[in-house]
């Protein structure tokens, strides 16, 4: 495990935060004195958004059954969902990821699961990132083997230099923030 790639994302993540609640701070002071500006308006607008992508009650008790299941915190399994799919059951990526979870095909026959099926979607998603966690032993680097597969993590000894796999770690581990503040 490279520690400066993580001291390094856990830096951005921090300054992400920074830029974020500031920025929405910001923009509220400016919409509450009356000054309506579209720039403002939009960021404020897009904050809430982002914070506001809520997981459906229905999903609840079947993330519920995985988090007990496979020994991983419900808030992880939110995030991870949150940032993969928005929580669409039908979502597919340009690559084949499919569902909650955006499972590759291979990898969800390899797991035993219909990507299709919203309970074995996250079923296996759970399981999935539950083998990244065993494999690396740290969060960070599970969720870059989650995003960008097991074999690049191994191959940089660390998170990838991919701007969307540092973006991905950076993302979930906020959402994980956000859903752990909601308890």
């Known amino acids: 495990m490279d520690t400066e790639h993580v001291q390094a994302v856990k830096a951005r993540v921090a300054e992400i935060r920074r830029r974020f609640v500031d920025s929405r701070e910001f923009a509220e002071s400016r919409i509450n004195r009356g000054?309506?500006?579209?720039?403002f308006e939009s960021t404020l607008s897009q904050a809430r958004?982002?914070?506001?992508?809520?997981?459906?009650?229905?999903?609840?008790?079947?993330?519920?059954?995985?988090?007990?299941?496979?020994?991983?915190?419900?808030?992880i399994i939110k995030a991870v969902i949150k940032a993969e799919s928005g929580f669409r059951s039908n979502a597919v990526s340009p690559v084949g990821a499919q569902g909650l979870m955006q499972l590759m095909p291979g990898t969800a026959r390899a797991l035993g699961v219909d990507p299709g099926d919203p309970a074995q979607n996250i079923d296996g998603g759970t399981r999935y990132?539950?083998?990244m966690l065993?494999?690396?032993?740290s969060l960070?680097?599970?969720?870059?083997?989650?995003?960008?597969?097991?074999g690049a993590v191994d191959r940089y000894d660390g998170?990838?230099?991919y701007a969307e796999t540092q973006n991905y770690v950076s993302t979930v581990l906020r959402y994980i923030d956000d859903y752990s503040q909601d308890r």
Do not use: M
């Not at 992508?53 to 808030?75: F, H, N, S, T």
């Not at 960070?140 to 097991?150: D, R």
């Open 35 to 39: 000054k309506r500006s579209g720039v």
């Open 49 to 75: 958004q982002r914070r506001s992508v809520q997981c459906p009650k229905d999903l609840e008790p079947i993330i519920a059954k995985a988090a007990a299941k496979y020994g991983i915190k419900p808030e």
């Open 129 to 131: 990132l539950r083998q």
């Open 134 to 137: 065993d494999r690396f032993g």
């Open 140 to 150: 960070e680097l599970a969720l870059a083997g989650y995003n960008s597969g097991p």
């Open 159 to 161: 998170i990838p230099p």
